[in-house]
């Protein structure tokens, strides 16, 4: 079946960096698109980035852009997340999800139709 | 604040139907198409209702979703103690470019 195993959280110091991982296995990775969720402590879920199945297109929460690069190996069957620049603000659980497949198109505009199977996350906490 | 607004609790007696709502724009739920999510108490959240009204094989069809204009709705049928759970929907906002999620509601099954 679909799995999604996320590593890489920890405590890290404001300003330092961190790169979370999200192993995949069930599915052809390289098909899919995929996403990174956050939730802060007691908080809602929030959208931090997504990528395409091949990796051309990204697209990033205001939040992280500039700070966060999404990127994938499909050779490893691998998700990444690269998060620089950390902030307190930052800290909460990180979910890898996979993408539904396919598309929803409207008035030429198209996007993906959004989160599928989700892992059970990572705790990334910002904190000196 | 969440683009995406939903009511911060909910609840209902077994076997009673519930329903959340979900109020947007025209940038997002009204372009767009909604998702929506449960969250049991420490899981991940996990895919209900894709594409405003579908279910994904192995979701109990006690749980239906529609969508009108800017507002969709979850309705949960024949209200059973383990659906007590955070709900929240989801949508792409064209604006933002980006995902959105509601804020969350939190069913108690009195």
């Known amino acids: 079946q679909v799995q999604l195993v996320e590593s890489g959280g920890g405590v890290v110091q404001p300003g330092r960096s961190l790169r979370l991982s999200c192993a995949a296995s069930?599915?052809?990775?390289?098909?899919?698109?995929m996403h990174w969720v956050r939730q802060a402590p007691g908080k809602g879920l929030e959208w931090v980035a997504t990528?395409?199945?091949?990796?051309?297109?990204?697209d990033y929460a205001d939040s992280v852009k500039g700070r966060f690069t999404i990127s994938r190996d499909n050779s490893k069957n691998t998700l990444y997340v690269e998060m620089n620049s950390l902030r307190a603000e930052d800290t909460a659980v990180y979910y890898c999800?996979?993408?539904?497949?396919?598309?929803?198109?409207?008035?030429?505009?198209?996007?993906?139709?959004?989160?599928?199977?989700w892992g059970q996350g990572t705790t990334v906490t910002v904190s000196s | 604040q969440s683009v995406l607004t939903q009511p911060p609790s909910a609840s209902g007696t077994p076997g009673q139907r519930v329903a959340i709502s979900c109020s947007g724009s025209?940038?997002?739920?009204?372009?767009?198409?909604v998702n929506w999510y449960q969250q049991l108490p420490g899981t991940a959240p996990k895919l209900l209702i894709y594409?405003?009204?579908h279910r994904p094989s192995g979701v109990p069809d006690r749980f239906s979703g529609s969508k009108s204009g800017t507002s969709a709705t979850l309705a949960i049928s024949g209200l059973q103690s383990e659906d007590e759970a955070d709900y929240y929907c989801?949508?792409?906002?064209?604006?933002?470019?980006?995902?959105?999620f509601g804020g969350g509601t939190k069913l108690t099954v009195l």
């Open positions: 999800a996979k993408d539904l497949g396919g598309q929803h198109c409207s008035g030429g505009r198209c996007h993906s139709y959004g989160m599928d199977v």
């Open positions: 069930g599915f052809i990775l390289s098909r899919n698109g």
């Open positions: 990528i395409s199945y091949d990796g051309s297109n990204k």
């Open positions: 025209s940038s997002n739920i009204g372009w767009s198409i």
């Open positions: 594409a405003n009204g």
């Open positions: 989801a949508t792409w906002d064209d604006s933002l470019n980006g995902w959105v």
